[in-house]
């Protein structure tokens, strides 16, 4: 019964171990970017970007140097109306570090004027960071244009 025991204890471990976290840790994250992205579509993009910031996010924008720090990135976005157009985004691959609280998404993003059918995509990429428990981005970059 002991060795049963033993044996049940060690199959648990086995299988609680990196490859289980790391699956669930980057289901959370691409969640958690598909998430920002939602916000973004109903709220618009300031609430968004504000939303999920880190304490010491870091936007890197064409022609700018980098806006650090959440109060910046909102002092930034404050001046951004965001009623005139739709930002929205798919993650198309995660990865997360085996320490569970750093990670990384990138994919194609989607700028769209209100009320047009016109539509510009580029890519992005975001690097994360759990901050109280919560994926927050600590590092967000995009690039204008997709390329076939």
């Known amino acids: ?18 490859g289980g976290s790391l699956e669930r840790n980057t289901k959370e994250l691409t969640d958690a970017d598909k998430a920002f992205s939602e916000l973004s579509l109903n709220e618009g993009m300031k609430v968004a970007f504000d939303t999920y910031c880190a304490s010491e996010g870091v936007l890197l924008r064409p022609q700018s140097m980098p806006v650090e720090g959440i109060q910046a990135v909102s002092e930034v976005l404050k001046g951004t109306d965001d009623s005139g157009f ?16 750093l990670g990384y998404t990138y994919g194609v993003y989607t700028l769209q004027p209100s009320g047009s059918d016109e539509v510009q995509q580029g890519t992005y990429v975001s690097v994360w960071i ?19």
């Open 1 to 18: 019964m002991k060795q049963l025991l033993l044996i049940i204890a060690a199959i648990s471990l086995i299988s609680c171990t990196d």
């Open 86 to 101: 739709t930002l929205t985004w798919e993650p198309l691959h995660a990865r997360v570090a085996k320490s569970g609280d």
């Open 130 to 148: 759990k901050e109280n428990g919560e994926w927050r981005f600590i590092l967000d970059s995009g690039n204008e244009g997709v390329g076939n």
